[in-house]
């Protein structure tokens, strides 16, 4: 099997979400798919492809995503798991939709960065 070694297999669905939490020392390796990935604290965002391998290197939140049909080999030794149900919107797509209120009505007002 592609995943022997490894303590957990997890089948992902597209857009279906996964909370870790204190997930540092964690290794994720994808076989199938591709995966985003986010850390708290972190301005990177992290896209791993099948064949690439991962190992979270930060505490805090962890959110992982399938952008599509994903499966992930995990190495961890405990970590707090979440799984968001299925079918949800994509976090792009909430992200997108948040957004969508702040514009007004009419569609005139616009996002200005601050820097």
Not at 38 to 56: H, K, Q, S
Request: with cysteine; charged share 25%.
């Amino acid at each position: 099997m592609v995943c022997d070694g490894y303590t957990k297999v997890w089948n992902l669905a597209s857009g279906e979400l996964v909370q870790l939490d204190g997930a540092r020392g964690t290794t994720l390796r994808i076989t199938r798919g591709t995966l985003w990935i986010t850390l708290e604290n972190d301005t990177r965002d992290v896209v791993l492809e099948a064949g690439d391998v991962f190992t979270i290197d930060r505490g805090g939140l962890t959110l992982v995503e399938a952008q599509n049909d994903t499966t992930v080999c995990v190495l961890a030794r405990h970590v707090d798991e979440v799984r968001l149900r299925r079918g949800r919107p994509s976090l792009a797509a909430r992200f997108a939709a948040w957004l969508g209120r702040f514009r007004g009505a009419d569609g005139d007002r616009r996002w200005v960065p601050y820097l």
